[in-house]
């Protein structure tokens, strides 16, 4: 399939040059060499066709969080899905949802509808399909506890549908193989009260609202925490609160943010993240782990 082809076929939904920084939280990032927002199923496979075909490199966006995109740009195409997989609706078990979908307006319809499991989720500022991924978790709580099985397509143009024995999940982690794409999952809910459900959200919201910059936009925290203290009070103890390269600084809130104060690049957080794991490893030994995902430039 030529590109004219597929732009034909899209009718309006593919585009070049798009700059990423509309398309994340942390307002970072230059442009794609091609954006797509497919509608459904069939619309993917046939991108996913054209893209091996072209041998062009393919990033997956949903609400473009835990996302920090170089000022280059991202050199192949970009599939975002939040426009078309934002489906919703309820099994025997739980929830069957699409990946587009934003966990809020996950936890609102478990809230209507009395179903708990997913309220650690209250401030999380990502899709569906990105907190599976990443095994996105709060207040003791995490996704791939709640995952009973996901569909997607890798590649190759293969659909899958994939259970709960063959999934692993960790601290932010998941077995998902980086190139596949989830379509849609079905979250395994129990039944609850809802006035005990809205609760706990409201008790989470509160928290979130005053240990982290939610007015502001970033892209969630930057490090994993090591296993022996947490990577927000490693970065405090070396004096990083308040650090700043250019637009980008490191919250007064909460250590492991870095906020874009309005005209930042990514650069200049870039920067700045080396600035605070050399400061970590001189003070502690220890060598910071990204838990935001850095793309675009040579690497894709």
């Given at each position: 399939m030529s590109y004219e082809e597929l732009s034909k076929r899209l009718k309006g939904r593919l585009a070049t040059g798009k700059p990423l920084s509309d398309y994340t939280s942390f307002g970072l990032g230059g442009p794609a060499k091609l954006l797509v927002h497919p509608a459904d199923e069939k619309d993917l496979e046939i991108i996913l066709g054209f893209t091996r075909q072209e041998g062009m490199k393919v990033l997956v966006l949903g609400a473009g969080t835990n996302l920090l995109?170089?000022?280059?740009?991202?050199?192949?195409?970009?599939?975002?899905?939040?426009?078309?997989?934002?489906?919703?609706?309820?099994?025997?078990?739980?929830?069957?949802?699409?990946?587009?979908?934003?966990?809020?307006?996950?936890?609102?319809?478990?809230?209507?509808?009395?179903?708990?499991?997913?309220?650690?989720?209250?401030?999380?500022?990502?899709?569906?399909?990105?907190?599976?991924?990443?095994?996105?978790?709060?207040?003791?709580?995490?996704?791939?506890?709640?995952?009973?099985?996901?569909?997607?397509?890798?590649?190759?143009?293969?659909?899958?549908?994939?259970?709960?024995?063959?999934?692993?999940?960790?601290y932010r982690y998941s077995n998902i193989p980086q190139d596949f794409v989830i379509t849609r999952a079905w979250l395994r809910l129990k039944k609850g009260k809802r006035e005990e459900l809205k609760r706990v959200v409201s008790e989470n919201l509160r928290a979130k609202a005053t240990t982290q910059p939610i007015s502001q936009r970033s892209a969630g925290c930057i490090f994993k925490n090591p296993p022996q203290v947490p990577a927000a009070k490693l970065i405090e103890e070396v004096g990083g609160k308040g650090m700043r390269v250019g637009?980008?600084?490191?919250?007064?809130?909460?250590?492991?943010?870095?906020?874009?104060?309005?005209?930042?690049?990514?650069?200049?957080?870039?920067?700045?993240?080396?600035?605070?794991?050399?400061?970590?490893?001189?003070a502690f030994g220890l060598t910071l782990e990204l838990e935001v995902k850095v793309v675009g430039g040579d690497d894709g």
């Open positions: 995109v170089r000022d280059s740009g991202f050199p192949g195409l970009v599939i975002r899905m939040a426009e078309g997989f934002t489906g919703i609706s309820p099994t025997q078990e739980g929830l069957e949802v699409e990946v587009g979908i934003e966990a809020k307006t996950v936890l609102d319809y478990c809230l209507s509808e009395e179903l708990q499991g997913m309220e650690f989720s209250a401030g999380i500022p990502g899709s569906v399909g990105g907190m599976i991924k990443t095994n996105a978790g709060a207040f003791g709580g995490e996704m791939g506890s709640v995952v009973a099985k996901i569909k997607g397509i890798n590649r190759d143009g293969e659909w899958l549908e994939i259970g709960a024995d063959g999934l692993s999940f960790g637009e980008a600084m490191v919250s007064p809130l909460h250590a492991n943010f870095i906020v874009n104060l309005g005209g930042a690049t990514a650069s200049q957080a870039l920067l700045l993240i080396d600035q605070l794991r050399k400061k970590v490893r001189k």
